[in-house]
């Protein structure tokens, strides 16, 4: 069961309907408005994870663009504007004043599914974000006054308020992401938007019209550089980039302007751009997969961040900062502290700061029976396997799938919170799940 609800404003009551059918054939739950009274009527009564939206509304006090406006001073719901008049003015103007997404009528039925699931999709990562940084999880990698993790305080607290591109390198779980939004708060864009995107989990087809967005076969879509307008554009793993791809964002960051694929339209380019690596970017250049014009383009001030390992003076303040965070009504979770120092003394952290948090979280779900050695008795069988004599990339394959279902089976299925564990986004995982060919029944 999808469990998501959806609010159809539109006043041909045949094509509202069939949206509806749509939608229900997909396991959305749906109410049908036909005015922009009876719009605010439904929205004021309920919490819809979507608003499919028509320009056009006879008999109607608001049309299309006004129900947008009043619903924008109040509410972040996805919208996906529809119009059977529409042209690129109308479709520019809705994106303006907030809409997700612009379908013109007639639309496939893939079409809109398609939207539909995408806007849901990306609005739901961006609540879990928020829902985050309310929560501090974006803040521990800073708690501890070691000298190499104040000597990132220094660094960040010199360039946040510049404008200077920024590449930052540390190994996975160091929390470069942290770093990224830090530099975010503290700079004159923290009013605009940060959007983070993970190259390396991008598809190779897709990347461009991701980053520059679109205007195709009735569709329009906005690029993360356009929404990233006043804000921050965070790209992780940026190494990962195809060159043709290196080569558009070269042209970018020179004109300092764009223009969606598709379209001739140019748009200004007004946002920071922050960059990170788990890869020496150099040793990418020698190699030819990584553009050194590009390189010094982004690498203009670089912030190279310590492993777990490599700053256990911390560890204590780590370690007492993720028991608060995760005890919940758990008040008796102090004890885990000397448990957990003792148990990993002479631990080398190869997950660093996120290992150290998923341990910690999972002390506490399980309680003071929790074992370890039995919770991955499944992984040590996979570890005696004879995967030596496969290809790396087969062997890895292999890894990722026995590694992907264990977890997916260790929280019963439940998608948001293997997603969590793992340090992945809930999006990225889908699409993982499914290269992989794990299509077990996945609860959100």
Same mark, same amino acid.
């Given at each position: ?29 749906? $109410? ?5 009274? =009876? ?18 509304? !006879?008999?109607?006090?608001? !049309? ?19 119009? %059977? ?19 013109? @009528? ?10 539909? $699931? ?6 739901? *990562? ?24 104040? @000597? ?52 190779? =087809? ?16 906005? %690029? ?62 020698? =190699? ?27 560890? !204590?303040?780590? *370690? ?19 448990? *957990?120092?003792?148990? /990993? ?32 008795? =499944? ?23 026995? /590694? ?12 948001? @919170? ?24 996945? @609860?959100?």
């Amino acid at each position: 069961m999808n469990n998501k609800t959806i609010l159809i404003i539109d006043d041909e009551i045949d094509i509202a309907n069939n949206i509806r059918a749509i939608l229900k054939d997909e396991n959305y739950e749906t $109410s049908i408005a036909y005015n922009s009274t =009876e719009a605010f009527n439904y929205i004021t009564k309920n919490n819809y994870n979507l608003i499919i939206l028509d320009v056009w509304l !006879d008999n109607s006090e608001l !049309d299309g663009i006004g129900i947008l406006q009043k619903l924008r001073e109040t509410s972040s719901t996805p919208v996906i504007v529809i119009s %059977g008049h529409g042209n690129i003015e109308m479709a520019v103007k809705a994106i303006k004043e907030g809409a997700n997404e612009f379908i013109e @009528k007639p639309f496939s039925t893939e079409r809109l599914l398609l939207s539909v $699931s995408r806007s849901i999709e990306l609005y739901e *990562i961006k609540s879990e974000n928020d829902l985050l940084k309310q929560k501090g999880i974006y803040d521990y990698n800073f708690i501890g006054n070691s000298i190499s993790i104040n @000597k990132v305080k220094n660094i960040i607290k010199k360039v946040a308020p510049t404008t200077s591109r920024v590449m930052i390198y540390g190994d996975s779980g160091t929390g470069k992401d942290i770093v990224a939004r830090e530099i975010h708060r503290n700079s004159k864009y923290n009013k605009g938007p940060f959007i983070a995107i993970n190259a390396a989990l991008m598809e190779p =087809e897709n990347i461009e019209k991701e980053f520059f967005g679109y205007n195709e076969n009735e569709v329009s879509k906005t %690029g993360y550089l356009e929404a990233a307008s006043n804000g921050t554009i965070f790209i992780d793993e940026v190494g990962e980039m195809p060159l043709q791809t290196q080569a558009k964002i070269l042209r970018v960051l020179t004109d300092k302007s764009f223009t969606k694929m598709g379209d001739n339209k140019i748009i200004d380019l007004n946002c920071r751009i922050i960059c990170s690596s788990i890869q020496n970017l150099e040793t990418l250049i020698e =190699e030819g997969s990584f553009r050194k014009d590009l390189f010094h383009r982004l690498n203009v001030v670089s912030i190279q961040l310590p492993k777990l390992v490599e700053r256990l003076e911390d560890l !204590d303040d780590l *370690i007492k900062y993720f028991v608060e965070l995760f005890k919940g009504e758990n008040t008796n979770s102090a004890y885990l502290i000397p448990i *957990i120092k003792s148990k /990993y003394i002479n631990y080398d952290w190869p997950g660093n700061v996120r290992e150290l948090r998923n341990i910690i979280e999972r002390h506490i779900i399980l309680g003071e029976k929790y074992d370890e050695e039995n919770i991955y008795e =499944e992984e040590k069988e996979f570890s005696d396997q004879n995967v030596i004599s496969l290809p790396l990339k087969n062997a890895r394959k292999v890894f990722e799938k026995h /590694y992907l279902q264990s977890q997916i089976n260790r929280f019963d299925g439940n998608i948001s @919170k293997t997603a969590s564990f793992i340090g992945m986004e809930r999006s990225a995982l889908h699409r993982k799940l499914k290269q992989l060919g794990i299509t077990e029944d996945l @609860k959100k």
